[in-house]
């Protein structure tokens, strides 16, 4: 018996594998490991996939799903209600808007704004974290899930990019 070859997704469904794909992101980011303090380090695994696909296929990843995810990481991390969302929808907008620069640029090009996104949501993310909290954090685990967000992101945009292939094929 031979085996069939594996149809390329199309339809609805190629439309849902971005935004399918940052939720599961989100999930796998907020499952406890029962390592000490890897909660505050955690990678930002669903701005990575935020990025890359406002970047490829922004048609894809609307706005609402973006709030949406977002709206679900706070609920599962009992973070500022809201402070996800909004920096996620921020970077949705920024990068959609620069989209032209990005497309077709080199892979540091887009290292590097990749870096700018996550600095910027890093500040935003510890500036609301202080106001919900009524004082000023110790920043030092928010500068380390930066760095270590932005060098995890080639390997998960090497993902990302496979997965497109298959979609466009």
Same mark, same amino acid.
């Given at each position: 018996m031979?085996a069939?070859?594996v ?6 469904g ?8 940052t ?6 980011s ?7 303090g890897?909660?505050?380090v ?12 406002t ?13 949406l995810?977002?709206?679900l ?5 009992f973070? #500022?209600?809201?402070?996800?969302? =909004? +920096? @996620?929808?921020?970077v949705?907008a %920024? &990068? !959609? ?10 892979? #540091?090009?887009?290292?590097?704004? =990749? +870096? @700018?996104?996550?600095v910027?949501? %890093? &500040? !935003?993310?510890w ?9 000023v ?6 500068i380390f ?11 998960l945009?090497w ?11």
């Amino acid at each position: 018996m031979k085996a069939k070859p594996v149809e390329p997704v199309d339809g609805i469904g190629q439309r849902l594998v971005p935004a399918a794909f940052t939720l599961v992101l989100a999930i796998l980011s907020v499952i406890p490991l029962g390592i000490p303090g890897y909660a505050q380090v955690t990678p930002n695994f669903v701005l990575m996939s935020i990025y890359y696909w406002t970047i490829y296929r922004p048609d894809h990843l609307p706005y609402l799903v973006v709030f949406l995810i977002g709206l679900l990481v706070d609920l599962l991390t009992f973070g #500022p209600p809201g402070a996800t969302p =909004f +920096a @996620l929808l921020i970077v949705r907008a %920024t &990068v !959609l808007s620069q989209r032209k620069f990005f497309v077709g640029k080199n892979f #540091p090009i887009l290292w590097w704004g =990749f +870096a @700018l996104a996550t600095v910027a949501v %890093t &500040v !935003l993310m510890w500036g609301i974290g202080g106001l919900y909290g009524g004082r000023v954090l110790d920043p030092r685990s928010y500068i380390f899930q930066a760095v270590l967000t932005a060098a995890c992101y080639p390997g998960l945009s090497w993902l990302f990019s496979r997965v497109q292939r298959g979609l466009a094929r």
